[in-house]
Nanobody, 128 residues
Framework: QVQLVESGGGSVQAGGSLRLSCAAS??????????MGWFRQAPGKEREGITT???????SYADSVKGRFAISQDITQNILYLQMNSLKPEDTAMYYC??????WGCGLGRKASDFDYWGQGTQVNVSS
């Protein structure tokens, strides 16, 4: 069974930083061809993809977070990270990590429904 468990959310003032972690089952990173991503969903809005990373470490970012957020992974620890800097109130949302195996077409063009596994989410609140 594949499990993804997010942590690191919380409340922060605008301009602050947070680092989210997603602990993945060993199965995810034992695959040589996968796609990992971070999504977020604010109340009343659709879930949006904000960044992905492929098994060959190719990354993609939504314009709304480019230059402020950074995705990374530690495959030895089976952990996906999201470093969030210069946070804005509009970044307030529930953040989810997701995995797609196999990882064809890894990028923000890959819809949420194309990801196979999801975490339970971690809440991020940014106050002005």
């Amino acid at each position: 069974q594949v499990q993804l468990v997010e942590s690191g959310g919380g409340s922060v003032q605008a301009g602050g930083s947070l680092r989210l972690s997603c602990a993945a089952s060993r199965y995810v990173y034992s695959n040589t061809f996968y796609c990992m991503g971070w999504f977020r969903q604010a109340p009343g809005k659709e879930r949006e993809g904000i960044t992905t990373i492929s098994s060959n470490t190719r990354t993609s970012y939504a314009d709304s977070v480019k230059g402020r957020f950074a995705i990374s992974q530690d495959i030895t620890q089976n952990i996906l990270y999201l470093q969030m800097n210069s946070l804005k109130p509009e970044d307030t949302a529930m953040y989810y990590c997701a995995a797609a195996i196999p990882g064809w077409g890894c990028g923000l063009g890959r819809k949420a429904s194309d990801f196979d596994y999801w975490g339970q989410g971690t809440q991020v609140n940014v106050s002005s």
